[in-house]
């Protein structure tokens, strides 16, 4: 007659609970089991079942995998079994997907708040007490008198009336609450899991830098706002009333590292976990082929390559952030040509009017980041390189079949996938003479193209120390402790 642990599952889970905190007990303490008392009981245990030995290790072996799973999640405290690193759970990297989910749609919305002009509504920052919108109707008649002393609306926005002002205002006050939200969703599981020792020192205080660059955004967004508040601006002929291109690139440039931080931090713990909960391969590949595929010289130089291109994107989505502080996109509405020309006038690119020094040797900077005609260009060529980068790389891919890991193939195909379109919505945003929903969709493809290619840098890096050692122990206890068998089924 089988024992009662494998007769009811309830009782299974249990007894493998009972097993599994002796197994954790027996490394930590080696001696547990030394006295003659101990293993006797141990002994007398395990043989008065009249089960075969054959049957019990049946049973365990079909549930080995989730039971494994168990053993992770509820081990992650600083006493790792056999003193091993602490591997963060995949609650960790799901929070970290959900915090840049968030950064996402920050960055849209702060796209939309500029494309309908609202960020200059709100005329003060208040961190704590600007949660709350205005509540009455005297509120709202103050706040809107505050607005009137702005430059925007003295020039630009003078027939507004307390609706049309409201409709500015919430738009601003979203992105700005928006902003709050991230900073309590990320801080708060930052402290939790850290006080519970489910994530490394080292992965807190990089996760900590983060919360502080979060901060840091907020003040930066404020700085920003302010260069489009300033009374200089009426006294300056044919000034636009609207924030610094320079203060908005560095808004929008943070955002993208927080993203990116948040994005491929995340997208690591998760692909971890699941290489030391018993993957059968990582990225497609055994262990050791990977490591083999690595080391060749031509998955080399497309890691570096990648890299590059990474940047390249970065720095396309920056320079789109100058195309829209300078309303850029409204100069040469067609493509490809600028004029009936592949380039506008020299004169035009690189105008003497834009100079302040005397010699004029600041021209050639300041028509790149201050001149729309230049920065449309600019931004065309950045764009059309990373268009172009991005098919070199997915055709190397495609001849690379026999030494590049397959997720890799994969993620490099769904790149090329996403840049195409972010091509097509360029082109056709340009051609519309820059309507919103356009417009907007145009900066959500910028974050899809840097997203995907930092999934293909991933598909390029070793399992953590953490996720190794995990695994170790994982494949030792599905061999019946046997190091040396483990470390052989790690390799596979």
């Not at 708060?188 to 080292?202: E, H, M, N, Q």
Request: hydrophobic content about 45%; charged content about 15%.
């Amino acid at each position: 007659m089988l024992p009662s642990c494998l007769r009811a599952p309830a009782s299974l889970q249990t007894s493998f609970r009972w097993s599994r905190t002796l197994w954790t007990r027996s490394l930590a303490k080696p001696s547990l089991f030394n006295s003659s008392s101990a293993a006797s009981r141990f002994k007398t245990n395990f043989s008065s079942s009249s089960v075969s030995r054959s049957a019990i290790r049946a049973a365990a072996n079909s549930n080995a995998l989730s039971i494994d799973k168990r053993f992770f999640s509820t081990n992650q405290q600083a006493e790792s079994p056999d003193g091993l690193p602490i591997l963060p759970p995949k609650s960790v990297g799901m929070w970290l997907m959900a915090s840049s989910t968030l950064v996402f749609a920050i960055i849209v919305v702060g796209g939309i708040t500029r494309l309908t002009e609202s960020g200059l509504s709100i005329t003060e920052w208040k961190p704590v007490t600007g949660i709350l919108p205005p509540l009455s109707q005297a509120q709202w008649e103050e706040e809107f008198e505050k607005y009137k002393a702005t430059p925007e609306f003295k020039l630009l926005n003078h027939s507004f009336q307390l609706e049309d002002f409201k409709h500015i205002f919430y738009m601003e006050w979203n992105h700005r609450i928006l902003g709050r939200l991230i900073g309590v969703v990320f801080v708060g599981p930052l402290v939790y899991f850290a006080v519970k020792k489910r994530i490394s020192k080292s992965l807190a205080v990089r996760l900590g830098g983060l919360a502080l660059l979060i901060g840091a955004q907020g003040g930066l967004g404020w700085y920003m706002v302010k260069s489009g508040l300033d009374d200089s601006l009426m006294e300056t002929p044919g000034a636009v009333p609207r924030v610094s291109q320079y203060r908005l690139a560095a808004h929008l440039g943070l955002a993208l590292l927080l993203y990116a931080g948040m994005f491929s931090q995340g997208l690591a713990i998760i692909k971890d976990w699941k290489y030391a909960t018993g993957a059968k391969n990582w990225m497609g590949l055994t262990t050791l082929a990977f490591t083999k595929a690595l080391q060749s010289p031509a998955v080399v130089r497309f890691k570096a390559r990648s890299l590059g291109l990474t940047a390249l994107v970065f720095l396309t989505a920056l320079s789109g952030a100058f195309v829209a502080g300078l309303d850029a996109g409204l100069m040469y509405n067609e493509f490809p040509f600028m004029g009936g020309r592949l380039t506008p006038p020299r004169d035009e690119l690189m105008s003497a009017a834009y100079a302040r020094l005397p010699d004029g040797s600041d021209k050639w900077w300041r028509n790149i980041f201050e001149n729309p005609t230049t920065v449309q260009f600019d931004h065309r060529v950045l764009a059309m390189a990373t268009y172009l980068g991005t098919a070199l790389l997915f055709f190397r891919a495609r001849g690379m079949r026999a030494v590049l890991p397959p997720v890799t193939r994969t993620a490099v195909t769904a790149a090329f996938a996403v840049v195409n379109l972010q091509l097509l919505l360029g082109i056709t945003t340009l051609l519309h003479l820059v309507p919103v929903p356009l417009a907007a969709a145009h900066q959500a493809g910028s974050v899809m193209v840097l997203s995907a290619m930092l999934h293909v840098i991933l598909t390029l890096r070793h399992p953590g120390a953490a996720a190794k050692a995990w695994r170790a122990m994982h494949m030792q206890r599905l061999n019946g402790g046997s190091k040396a068998s483990a470390a052989k089924s790690t390799l596979k």
